[in-house]
């Protein structure tokens, strides 16, 4: 089993900062690509950011200059350093990584329980 855990969402008002951590647990092999989705009220599930195992990194373009993800692979831990936030950054914040939990398995996508963030005044 494996498990990924967030934190660090909360209510900030425009403009501020916030750092999103997650950290995976469990049967754990090898970590591959691990991102950020969120999804708003109404709205499908989309990319924010992701990052492969050697610190390739794509962003999307609404959050391009303005948030920054990164890795501990030795943690097995994600992070999501957002500034400059807008109100429409309001959305559930979901971490995701590929994970393989044995030598000869192959990897599969892992969810975190999500966290809220909500920009406002």
């Known amino acids: 089993q494996v498990q990924l855990v967030e934190s660090g969402g909360g209510l900030v008002q425009p403009g501020g900062s916030l750092r999103l951590s997650c950290a995976a647990s469990?049967?754990?092999?090898?970590?591959?690509?691990m991102g950020w989705y969120r999804q708003a009220p109404g709205k499908q599930r989309e990319l924010v950011a992701a990052i492969t195992r050697g610190d390739s990194t794509n962003y999307a373009d609404s959050v391009k200059g303005r948030f920054t993800i990164s890795r501990d692979n030795a943690k097995n831990t994600v992070y999501l350093q957002m500034n400059s936030l807008k109100p429409e950054d309001t959305a559930v914040y979901y971490c995701?990584?590929?994970?393989?939990?044995?030598?000869?398995?192959?990897?599969?996508?892992?969810w975190g329980q999500g966290t809220q963030v909500t920009v406002s005044s």
């Open positions: 995701n990584a590929e994970v393989r939990t044995g030598y000869y398995s192959v990897y599969a996508p892992h």
């Open positions: 469990g049967t754990i092999f090898r970590i591959g690509a």
